[in-house]
C-alpha cells in the first residue's frame, strides 16, 4: 500500500504543470458532489445537526493534502485554492440584495439603526478582546507579533476571504505568518458559527425563543418547479449568474477607478485602496442593479431560490477549498495563541448575543441576533444560514433588516475599511493605542444600542411584518 501511495504521489509531483488544471477539475468536482449532494436525506441531516457537508468535504481533501496524513495532493494544488475564498466571497454578496426586494417603509431606519449598531459593537469589540488578550497573555508569555490582535476579526468577521486578502498586508507589515493563522482563525470560526449556532437555535425552539409558525401555512403551494421545463431552467439560471457578474464587474470596475484616484488623496488612502477587497463593492453593485430592475418593473428576471442556490454553492465551495488548503504544521506550532484568541472571540460573541442582542432588540431578538452572531463568528453568508434555520419561513422581519445593515457594516468591517485599516494603525500607533481606540468606540455603539432601544415604538416593528408578508 505505501508503494502505491508513493507512486501515486510521484506522478503527480511529476506532473506539476499540470497541477492548476488537476486543482480546477477537483473544484468543479467539488461543486458538483456539493450541489447534487445536498439534496440528499443524510446531507440534510447532518447540516441540521450542524455538521456542513462542505466542511466534511474539506476535510476529507486536508487528509490527503500536502500536510495530511495521506499526502496524495501536491502543495501547488492547494496554493491555487488558498486564492480562491476571495473571489468566491465576492460572488456570495454578489447575490445578497439581488434575489430580494429593497426594504422600504415609514420607522424603517431604526430596526436598521439598532441592527447596525450591535453589528459594530461586536466588530470593534473583537479588535477590543483580541487586543487585550495580546498585550495581556500573548505578547508578555509567547512573544507574539502584536498583529494577532487583529486576527479574531479577520477571521471570524471576515473569514477565508478577508484573511486570504489581508495575508499579503500582513507580510508587508512582517508577519508572514498572517495569512495561514488567518485562514486558521477563519476556519475555527466557521465552525463553531455552524456547529454553536445549529445548537443554539435548537435551544431556541426548545426555550420557545424562536417565533413559531403558523399551521395554515405549512400546506399552501404546490410544486412549481415541476411544471418548469429543463431548458427554462437553464435559461433562468444564465439570466441570474448574468446579473451576479453585473454585480461582480462593478465591483472590480469601481475598485479599479479608486485605485487610478487613490494618489491624490494621500498615502494612507491609497494604501488602503491596495488592499481593499471587491466584495463589499459586489454587495453595493448587487443592490444597485435590484433597484434598477424594481424601477423598471423587470424583477420577474431575477429568482430568489437561484440566487440562494448560488450564494449558497459559493460558500460551500469556499468552505471547502479554504479547509483543503490549511497548513498545519504552522497551526501545530500556534495553536495555543490561536486557541486563546478563538476562546476570546467567542466569549465575546456569545456576550453579543445574550447581552447587547437581547437588551437591545425589543421584538424578534433570538433571529436578528443569532444572524449577527453568524456573520460575526463566520461571515454573512453564515449569519443567513443561521437565519435560514431558526426562520424558514420568513415569518420576521429579520431578513430585510439584516440585508440591508450588510450595507453599511461591509464596507467598514469584515474585510472592508476597519479590516484594512487595523494593522496599519497596529504599526503606526501602537497595539495598545488601537486597543483604546476600539474600546471607547465599543462602548459608544453599546450606549446608543441602548438609546436607539428605548425609543422604538412597537409599530415599527409590526410595519416591517407588513412588508415582509407583503413581499
Not at 512573544?143 to 473569514?159: A, D, K, S
Request: aromatic share 12%; charged share 10%; net charge neutral.
Amino acid at each position: 500500500m505505501d508503494f502505491g501511495l508513493k507512486t501515486i504521489h510521484g506522478f503527480l509531483y511529476l506532473n506539476a504543470p499540470h497541477s492548476f488544471g488537476l486543482a480546477i477539475g477537483l473544484f468543479c468536482f467539488f461543486g458538483l458532489l456539493l450541489s447534487f449532494g445536498r439534496r440528499f436525506e443524510p446531507a440534510l441531516r447532518l447540516e441540521r445537526l450542524g455538521v456542513p457537508i462542505a466542511l466534511l468535504a474539506g476535510s476529507l481533501t486536508l487528509f490527503v493534502g500536502p500536510y495530511g496524513q495521506v499526502p496524495l495532493l501536491p502543495e501547488s494544488v492547494t496554493d491555487i485554492w488558498v486564492k480562491l475564498p476571495a473571489p468566491l466571497l465576492t460572488l456570495v454578496f454578489a447575490t445578497l440584495m439581488l434575489g430580494r426586494p429593497i426594504p422600504r417603509g415609514k420607522g424603517l431606519w431604526k430596526p436598521i439603526a439598532s441592527q447596525t449598531l450591535v453589528g459594530l459593537l461586536l466588530g470593534f469589540g473583537q479588535y477590543l478582546v483580541g487586543g487585550l488578550a495580546v498585550l495581556f497573555i500573548l505578547i508578555p508569555y509567547l512573544g507574539v507579533n502584536p498583529l494577532m490582535g487583529c486576527l479574531i476579526e479577520v477571521g471570524f468577521e471576515g473569514g477565508h476571504g478577508a484573511a486570504a486578502v489581508m495575508g499579503k498586508s500582513f507580510s508587508n507589515f512582517g508577519f508572514p505568518q498572517g495569512l495561514d493563522l488567518g485562514l486558521a482563525m477563519a476556519t475555527v470560526g466557521l465552525l463553531s458559527s455552524t456547529v454553536l449556532g445549529s445548537f443554539l437555535v435548537v435551544v431556541g425552539r426548545w426555550r420557545g425563543w424562536v417565533v413559531s409558525e403558523p399551521l395554515a401555512e405549512l400546506e399552501n403551494g404546490g410544486n412549481l418547479e415541476d411544471s418548469i421545463s429543463f431548458l427554462q431552467k437553464l435559461s433562468d439560471l444564465l439570466v441570474n449568474l448574468a446579473f451576479v457578474g453585473f454585480a461582480v464587474l462593478f465591483g472590480v470596475v469601481t475598485l479599479f477607478v479608486l485605485r487610478q484616484i487613490a494618489p491624490f488623496f494621500g498615502d494612507v488612502f491609497q494604501e488602503v485602496l491596495l488592499v481593499f477587497p471587491v466584495f463589499p463593492l459586489a454587495l453595493l453593485g448587487s443592490l444597485l442593479i435590484r433597484y434598477l430592475l424594481e424601477v423598471s418593473g423587470h424583477t420577474s428576471l431575477i429568482s430568489e431560490y437561484i440566487q440562494r442556490d448560488i450564494a449558497t454553492l459559493a460558500t460551500d465551495l469556499l468552505i471547502t477549498t479554504a479547509t483543503a488548503s490549511v497548513n498545519l504544521p504552522l497551526l501545530m506550532n500556534d495553536w495555543l495563541p490561536l486557541t486563546i484568541l478563538a476562546v476570546s472571540g467567542l466569549t465575546w460573541n456569545f456576550a453579543g448575543m445574550f447581552l447587547f442582542s437581547r437588551l437591545t432588540f425589543r421584538e424578534e431578538w433570538f433571529e436578528r441576533s443569532i444572524a449577527e452572531f453568524g456573520n460575526a463568528t463566520g461571515v454573512a453568508a453564515s449569519g443567513v444560514l443561521l437565519l435560514r434555520l431558526a426562520d424558514p419561513k420568513n415569518l420576521t422581519s429579520t431578513l430585510p433588516i439584516f440585508s440591508s445593515t450588510r450595507l453599511l457594516l461591509q464596507p467598514l468591517l469584515s474585510g472592508g475599511l476597519v479590516t484594512v485599516i487595523a494593522p496599519i494603525a497596529v504599526v503606526r500607533i501602537g497595539l495598545k493605542g488601537w486597543t483604546e481606540v476600539c474600546g471607547l468606540l465599543t462602548i459608544l455603539f453599546i450606549l446608543l444600542a441602548f438609546l436607539i432601544q428605548n425609543s422604538f415604538p412597537e409599530a415599527e416593528m409590526s410595519s416591517m411584518k407588513g412588508f415582509e408578508h407583503s413581499v
